[in-house]
């Protein structure tokens, strides 16, 4: 799932969720105090080195390209709408911007330039190509403030502490969740049920299935979604993030 510690290695792997991206306001910060949970805030420096050499890139030079970068990323806001032949992709965009560049940008350059655009791969978990050019930055302005920090036990020791004491069901596939929508569910209940027909009651369902769960129907809903929500889930995408572990003997 989302938070999934691995400690086969004799220190805690998240092979999940893995940073808390932001200390100030944001909630995980106040579980892992109440917790006592130790944090480790990530080093701010990333030096890169040339694939052919092995010699570290010039400060001046990785700075320069840094800056241009998201120079770039910012006149992708001034394009919108993209030139047609760009379509709605930001990789394409970016593409077509450096493309518009003279002089054009050296070899080095250019691979230092692909670098930071892997990097921001990294962060969309997609090819670029396939990252909208208008949405991509749309959570920008709900990002926590702060440090960046990974947790010394794994985000597994958070989701175990919130855990405690609760009645936790495994094994059970929920197949069908029945509700009231709108102005009408204050007083109502909602009902789910399980594929073994279990039926569980509350006054409400709180539903954090991953997208592609949601995207196949495997949960049917009565009333059925919203036609607006049924388009939302159909038309969002996902990327897939691939975590590569090395432990070291010492």
Known sequence: GRVHTDSSFGGAVDLGGSIITGLEGNPITTKCIQRELTLHPRGGACPLFASSTGDPIPSSIDSQL????????????Q?????PSCGAS?????EHLVSCRDPPLKKVERR????????LE??????????????????????FSGQHCMLEKGYGAVASGIAAGLNIIYDSPVKEVFYTPGQDSSNAKAKVITKDNTVYEGDAVVISTPLGVL???????????????SKAIQSLGFGL??????????
């Open 66 to 77: 840094e800056a241009l970068f998201n120079s770039l990323l910012d006149q992708t806001t």
């Open 79 to 83: 394009l919108k709408p993209p030139p």
């Open 90 to 94: 930001l990789g394409k965009t970016l």
């Open 112 to 119: 230092l330039l692909d670098w930071h655009c892997a990097n």
């Open 122 to 143: 990294y962060g969309c978990a997609a090819d670029l190509t396939l990252v909208d050019v208008n949405e991509w930055d749309q959570d920008d302005q709900f990002e």
């Open 215 to 229: 995207q196949k129907s495997t949960i049917q809903f009565n009333p059925p979604l919203p036609e607006w929500k």
């Open 241 to 250: 993030l691939n975590k590569v572990v090395l432990h070291f003997p010492e």
